[in-house]
């Protein structure tokens, strides 16, 4: 993410992300890793991450602050099909993803 276009002041935080099936108890067997690129602004990526996972803005941005700050961060975890959806959906802008698996 180029670091021309930062709109938020936001103190960059760190984020675990889920590794759990909400109501399961279930380790999830499969998660989308994003890669950070020096290609989409903030807001983009932030806005992408949105639309592919339908979290809220500040879980967005703390994800957004980790890839940039770590060079990657799981997004998402749970089934194939929902990791399949979420990757295909940061890629509609060619964000660079990875699903990965146990």
Request: proline share 2%.
């Amino acid at each position: 993410m180029s670091n021309k276009r930062i709109a938020s002041t936001e103190t960059p935080t760190e984020t675990l992300p889920s590794e759990k099936t909400a109501g399961t108890g279930h380790l999830d067997a499969y998660r989308v890793v994003l890669f950070n690129d020096e290609e989409h602004s903030f807001d983009e990526v932030i806005f992408q991450i949105i639309k592919a996972v339908n979290c809220s803005r500040s879980k967005a941005e703390k994800l957004t602050w980790e890839v940039h700050s770590r060079g990657r961060a799981i997004v998402f975890s749970g089934t194939i099909e929902r990791c399949i959806y979420v990757s295909a959906v940061l890629e509609e802008i060619s964000l660079k993803t990875e699903i990965q698996t146990g």
